[in-house]
């Protein structure tokens, strides 16, 4: 009987698991992307705002780095407008801008940095 209830109780907790996953894949915004940096620069910045906005906003990439061969998830938020074209700013370590212009996020799962 101990080994049924045993047996029961980790397939409960691997199908929650399932749920938890598939629920947010489902949310995932389809703007969301992979950030992968292939160049021999530290990324110190990451910009990212609709391509008809004025204004960069804050850095997606807070107090982290993005170091050389590394890559990063960026995901959207609510507070995000709802269009698919963004551009997107790099700054590395030595303060050196890159800038990506009208990116279509809607279909672009991948941006390189090189």
Not at 82 to 96: H, R
Request: with cysteine; charged share 15%.
């Amino acid at each position: 009987m101990r080994n049924f209830i045993k047996v029961l109780a980790s397939g409960v907790m691997v199908s929650a698991l399932a749920i938890v996953t598939f629920a947010q894949t489902a949310l995932a915004d389809p703007r969301d992307f992979v950030l992968e940096n292939d160049s021999s620069s530290i990324i110190r910045n990451v910009y990212v705002t609709p391509t008809s906005s004025c204004c960069w906003g804050y850095d997606v990439l807070g107090d982290n780095f993005l170091f050389a061969g590394d890559w990063t998830r960026i995901r959207f938020t609510s507070s995000f407008v709802d269009t698919c074209y963004y551009d997107i700013k790099l700054v590395t370590i030595n303060s050196q801008p890159s800038y990506l212009w009208n990116v279509d996020l809607c279909i672009t799962p991948m941006v390189t940095y090189t």
